[in-house]
């Protein structure tokens, strides 16, 4: 993103592109009050995200890195994630991901709610209940079955979505731990943190 670019822009531009996006997304989701988009690379865009539409919240899932990349690396992304290719790679990205959002945290702290995947896994209810009043909207007892909802997912991850929450992806990397050599140099001291102890 060109940085000169996004300073000279204006207010009339900036309507002008915050329309196109949800006229891209009323395209897939016509009927929808509300959007999620969790694109992977969408952290990288928060600064801008956050220009065309103000009020937006972002809900930021952190997962133990190891499972974090494991998962990555066994999903056959499209060419623009090319970081997910090689393990190595993957875990210097993620290193980067990571500092990144700490940056944006630090900028739009109001904004960004940080959710742990191992907590939502425990404590569904608990979890979601703190999030849908961080997005300031009423509880409803369907956002616990959310498996049996009609409504359109376009993401790689969309045979989970229809599915309900299972325990059998925490400490999923374990399984490929000797395989693992090239992303836990990538990943520096985040795999400690992660559990990865020196044999």
Same mark, same amino acid.
């Given at each position: 993103?060109?940085?000169?670019?996004?300073?000279?822009?204006?207010?009339?531009?900036?309507?002008?592109?915050?329309?196109?996006?949800?006229?891209?997304?009323?395209?897939?989701?016509?009927?929808?009050?509300?959007?999620?988009?969790?694109?992977?690379?969408?952290?990288?865009?928060?600064?801008?995200?956050?220009?065309?539409?103000?009020?937006?919240?972002?809900?930021?899932?952190?997962?133990?890195?190891?499972?974090?990349?494991?998962?990555?690396?066994?999903?056959?992304?499209?060419?623009?994630?090319?970081?997910?290719?090689?393990?190595?790679?993957?875990?210097?990205?993620?290193?980067?991901?990571?500092?990144?959002?700490?940056?944006?945290?630090?900028?739009?702290?109001?904004?960004? #709610?940080?959710? /742990? +995947? *191992?907590?939502?896994?425990?404590? &569904?209810?608990?979890?979601?209940?703190?999030?849908? @009043?961080?997005? %300031?909207?009423?509880?409803?007892?369907?956002?616990?079955?959310?498996?049996?909802?009609?409504?359109?997912?376009?993401?790689?991850?969309?045979?989970?979505?229809?599915?309900?929450?299972?325990?059998?992806?925490?400490? #999923?990397?374990? /399984? +490929? *731990?000797?395989?693992?050599?090239? &992303?836990?140099?990538?990943?520096?001291?985040?795999? @400690?943190?992660? %559990?990865?102890?020196?044999?």
């Amino acid at each position: 993103i060109d940085e000169d670019a996004v300073r000279s822009v204006t207010k009339a531009r900036i309507e002008e592109l915050a329309n196109l996006y949800l006229l891209r997304l009323t395209k897939s989701s016509s009927n929808a009050e509300r959007v999620c988009d969790k694109a992977p690379l969408n952290g990288s865009y928060l600064g801008v995200a956050k220009l065309l539409f103000p009020k937006a919240k972002i809900l930021y899932c952190q997962r133990n890195p190891m499972d974090t990349c494991v998962s990555i690396f066994l999903q056959k992304f499209a060419s623009r994630h090319t970081y997910s290719y090689e393990l190595k790679s993957l875990g210097a990205y993620y290193r980067t991901f990571t500092d990144l959002m700490d940056h944006w945290k630090l900028l739009f702290p109001e904004s960004i #709610r940080e959710i /742990r +995947y *191992e907590e939502s896994v425990e404590d &569904l209810e608990g979890q979601a209940r703190s999030i849908i @009043a961080f997005l %300031g909207l009423e509880w409803s007892d369907s956002c616990l079955n959310f498996q049996q909802t009609e409504r359109s997912v376009m993401t790689a991850s969309k045979w989970q979505v229809r599915q309900p929450v299972y325990k059998t992806s925490v400490q #999923r990397w374990r /399984r +490929y *731990e000797k395989h693992l050599k090239p &992303l836990i140099e990538g990943l520096g001291g985040l795999a @400690a943190e992660a %559990g990865y102890r020196e044999p």
